[in-house]
């Protein structure tokens, strides 16, 4: 699913929700053209989307080298062409307790371009549809990309451009080429 889409984010950088949008959004256009669209253009489009920092926010979404915020990952995919029923859902037992201040402003930002959804799901009920998935791991640190169709469950991360089919999610936790990566509570569902 995402064997075309080989680049990787750069190192130290927090730009890995771009880089795993951009994966989703290549898997859905089959790979062509192959890159396409690169991390760092979606990338551009996420700062651009939050700027200015939201009030309120933790410096660590401001410009010029913001990580991605859930509702800007929405807008970015929905305005780049996913747009059927996109969902955003939530599992705030699951989150590191410093993110529950941003749940609501958050929802707020996502408004009506998608249904953010309360769930107490673990991530291997939430994935179990054909689809594109966002999802946050490693204590709210990293996005990766997921996705699932009639031939498999597939993964990319975008630290270590691992890009392939992947076991089943066990619970809360995936594992992509033997490192584990445990659901944060936040999957963007496309």
Known sequence: MFETFTLQQPAGSDSCGAFSLAALLNARNQGLPVNTPTGAAVYNDIIARQTPAPSGYPPI?????????????????IARGFNDQVQVMVNQALMPVAMHPLVHPETLRIGNAAAVINSVANLQAMVQAAGYYLALVLDGNHWIALGRNAQGFYAYDPAS?????????????????????DFSGILICF
Do not use: I
């Not at 410009?63 to 800007?72: D, T």
């Open 61 to 77: 979404f401001a410009p010029p080298a913001p990580r991605s915020l859930p509702s800007s990952l929405v807008r970015t995919g």
């Open 161 to 181: 451009n691992f890009h392939g089919a992947v076991g089943q999610p066990v619970g809360n936790r995936v594992t992509l080429n033997g490192v584990h990566y």
